[in-house]
């Protein structure tokens, strides 16, 4: 599967352009797919179900999204919400 950010079309022009491309050099799909999952989820539960006014309505629930998002919002793969993994990790014992 070549994605879109991976194509010759899309690569290609930012090589004739010198800008540097942030993948792990191999122009896998694998590079943004946790970015791309994060994003899908905010156009889903928020940006594709508010009309916002203008540019700054936009920031300010976006920003309460992402506190709800991080703080409040259940992850199914965390068992948890993301701030106590993130804030609350157990100390592994040191390696002799």
């Keep these: 599967m070549v994605g879109q950010f991976t194509s010759e079309a899309f690569t290609g022009l930012l090589k004739k352009r010198a800008i540097q491309i942030g993948m792990d050099g191999k122009g896998c799909w694998r590079d943004n797919v946790f970015v791309e999952r994060l994003w899908r989820t905010v156009k889903y539960e928020e940006v594709y179900l508010h009309a916002y006014e203008s540019v700054s309505q936009a920031r300010e629930s ?24 993130y804030f609350n990790r157990q100390q592994l014992p040191r390696a002799a």
């Design 62 to 85: 976006l920003a309460l999204y992402f506190e709800i998002y991080n703080s409040k919002r259940p992850h199914a793969s965390l068992d948890r919400r993301p701030d106590e993994v």
